[in-house]
Nanobody
Framework: QVQLVESGGGLVQAGGSLRLSCSGSGRNYAMGWFRQAPGKEREFVASINWSAISLKYANSVKGRFTISQDNVKGTVYLQMDSLKPEDTAVYYC??????????????????WGQGTQVTISS
């Protein structure tokens, strides 16, 4: 049974960095990161196409977050720099279509991880 497992969350001060990892993505799948803050709806963060060439970012994280994928290891990463308190949320990775392109639409992802908590203190 294929599972996505996130890791790397934690508590950091504003301005700090974290690197999230998501294992179990397999090869040649589009992948995405989403987040959900308390009392808010899940929102798109970043996505990457199957060949790791095409990327998409939410405007709120553009220039601060970087998504990458290692198809050999079947792992996708989210490097988060210059973190802000408003980045506090549970972060989820998700698997999109095989050989698919990057997408900000959650319904295009069929497999989700359990989430990892990211907390940014001010």
């Amino acid at each position: 049974q294929v599972q996505l497992v996130e890791s790397g969350g934690g508590l950091v001060q504003a301005g700090g960095s974290l690197r999230l990892s998501c294992s179990g993505s397999g090869r040649n799948y589009a992948m995405g990161w989403f987040r959900q803050a308390p009392g808010k709806e899940r929102e798109f963060v970043a996505s990457i196409n199957w060949s790791a060439i095409s990327l998409k970012y939410a405007n709120s994280v553009k220039g601060r977050f970087t998504i990458s994928q290692d198809n050999v290891k079947g792992t996708v990463y989210l490097q988060m720099d210059s973190l802000k308190p408003e980045d506090t949320a549970v972060y989820y990775c998700a698997r999109g279509p095989r050989l698919g392109g990057p997408s900000e639409h959650a319904h295009e992802y069929d497999l989700w991880g359990q989430g990892t908590q990211v907390t940014i203190s001010s």
